[in-house]
T-cell receptor
Framework: SQQGEEDPQALSIQEGENATMNCSYK?????LQWYRQNSGRGLVHLIL?????REKHSGRLRVTLDTSKKSSSLLITASRAADTASYFC?????????FGKGTMLLVSP | DVKVTQSSRYLVKRTGEKVFLECVQD?????MFWYRQDPGLGLRLIYF???????EKGDIPEGYSVSREKKERFSLILESASTNQTSMYLC???????????FGSGTRLTVV
């Protein structure tokens, strides 16, 4: 299984600002998934982007994928305090998912 | 929506006890997984199952076993709990390989 590495490790912004998180991985993939984890809870699946897609939107989330650079980014627009959480990327090659240490996002009111 | 239910949110057990962590999913998913999450180490895969009665070792299976007698239920067993098994345990399921995972809320286990 592949592991993604999220960057930055921590991000602090104000409400209303945009938040961008990046993910790098090392091997070829079939899709890449992003998850959110609120403190002390389970992970929540946010979005899946297939290897033949370059961009995908879901509400205030925008994900891009560049398979040539083996990287992905997650953009959260107009952040809210409720977006405060850790965010994980998970490159998938049809085996089990391996999660990195995530990006901890803090959105201040 | 698919729901993954873990039987306990918090659990305190004594060293040497046999501990059962139960996980049930309600949407006929084929695959189920057990992870543990520790500060600084992230999520690590303990065991997983791609079908009923099947089980596969993950990255850190030592000290654990699993049981999947029915498709919807995947149990994690700590044969003899030790303090280094104090952790947050997360169960997940997915429809098929390559699909997104649905996680339970987690069980925070403390072994004293």
């Amino acid at each position: 299984s592949q592991q993604g590495e999220e960057d930055p490790q921590a991000l602090s912004i104000q409400e209303g600002e945009n938040a961008t998180m990046n993910c790098s991985y090392k091997t070829s993939i079939n899709n890449l998934q992003w998850y959110r984890q609120n403190s002390g809870r389970g992970l929540v699946h946010l979005i899946l982007i297939r290897s033949n897609e370059r961009e995908k939107h879901s509400g205030r989330l925008r994900v891009t994928l560049d398979t040539s650079k083996k990287s992905s980014s997650l953009l959260i627009t107009a952040s809210r305090a409720a977006d405060t959480a850790s965010y994980f990327c998970a490159p998938s090659g049809y085996s089990t998912l391996t999660f990195g240490k995530g990006t901890m996002l803090l959105v201040s009111p | 929506d698919v729901k993954v239910t873990q039987s306990s949110r918090y659990l305190v057990k004594r060293t040497g006890e046999k501990v059962f962590l139960e996980c049930v999913q309600d949407m006929d998913h084929e695959n189920m997984f057990w992870y543990r999450q520790d500060p600084g180490l992230g999520l690590r895969l303990i065991y997983f199952s791609y079908d009923v009665k099947m089980k596969e070792k993950g990255d850190i299976p030592e000290g654990y076993s699993v049981s999947r007698e029915k498709k919807e239920r995947f149990s994690l067993i700590l044969e003899s709990a030790s303090t280094n098994q104090t952790s947050m345990y997360l169960c997940a399921s997915s429809f098929r390989r390559g699909y997104g995972y649905t996680f339970g809320s987690g069980t925070r286990l403390t072994v004293v």
